[in-house]
């Protein structure tokens, strides 16, 4: 009697343990999640979720909506872990937009991510940037004539979720034309918001020079973007030059219209502010951007 009382106690024992380390272990599964990857493939199809095999000839991935998805290895562009919000609630990916660090002319504390760089051709010349770390990026702009040439860095620091501070400086050089005409514009930077949707403050001091002395003004500028991740957006820039006697203003609203990750269009029509005045500008403003 004394064994089967044994015995009985043990097993009770023996699956209560057993019950408790497998409810642990789900308790524990609920916070470990996989790693999420977008990959994009030779043909431009994104596919969205774990990897399951990665190898040599193939990889496979688990999507949501086509179950699992072999790829062969040469036809990968790139694979990516996703970060944080670039899942929506319905569990969509929404890619963060690449030109969401520009507006018209004006730049924002937003980073370009370390290769991400672009082209962007608009109605004055051309201009490519580039990603070179993961805070860290450089530029170079200049007119179809090649006048001025002007080299741009920006370094980016993330201050809070919604918040970005960013500080960097054009310098450039009057070219061919004016070889001694020498300019520098450092920055300063401060962004609310997402990638998407934001409100961007700026400030510098602009100097140039053409061998006689430097001669220099205060700058500031607000800018923003409202709906940067979908197809359609506002684009808002501005500059502002204060004075003694009179304060200029140029006020540029815009459209930003995108197709797809890699390419987009806006255009904007400007006007200029001085003594209470406008004058529009008679020739819209229009840029075409380019991922390199």
Request: charged content about 15%; some cysteine.
């Amino acid at each position: 009697m004394n064994k089967i009382k044994y015995i009985l106690i043990f097993s009770i024992s023996f699956l209560l343990f057993l019950g408790n380390t497998v409810n642990a272990q789900s308790d524990t599964s609920e916070f470990v999640r996989s790693k999420i990857y977008v990959v994009t493939a030779m043909n431009g199809g994104i596919f969205v979720g774990p990897i399951i095999t990665d190898n040599a000839q193939v990889l496979v991935i688990k999507t949501n909506d086509r179950g699992e998805v072999s790829i062969p290895k040469y036809q990968v562009k790139s694979m990516k872990e996703l970060e944080e919000g670039q899942l929506n609630k319905d569990g969509e990916y929404v890619s963060d937009p690449l030109f969401a660090t520009r507006y018209f002319f004006t730049t924002n504390s937003f980073p370009l991510k370390k290769g991400d760089n672009y082209f962007c051709k608009n109605v004055f010349g051309p201009e490519a940037h580039f990603g070179v770390g993961e805070k860290f990026g450089i530029g170079v702009m200049t007119s179809w004539l090649a006048v001025p040439i002007i080299g741009t860095v920006k370094y980016s620091i993330n201050l809070s979720e919604n918040t970005n501070l960013g500080v960097g400086a054009l310098v450039g050089t009057g070219s061919w034309a004016f070889p001694k005409v020498f300019g520098a514009l450092p920055f300063g930077t401060l962004t609310f918001g997402t990638r998407r949707s934001n409100i961007n403050f700026s400030a510098g001091y602009g100097a140039i020079s053409d061998g006689s002395g430097p001669e220099g003004t205060a700058l500031f500028s607000v800018a923003g973007a409202i709906g940067g991740g979908g197809k359609v957006s506002f684009v808002f820039d501005s500059f502002i030059v204060p004075g003694s006697q009179s304060t200029i203003a140029l006020i540029i609203p815009g459209i930003r219209l995108q197709s797809n990750d890699d390419k987009a269009f806006q255009f904007a029509f400007a006007a200029a502010f001085n003594d209470g005045d406008i004058f529009p500008l008679p020739i819209p403003l229009a840029s075409w951007f380019m991922r390199l």
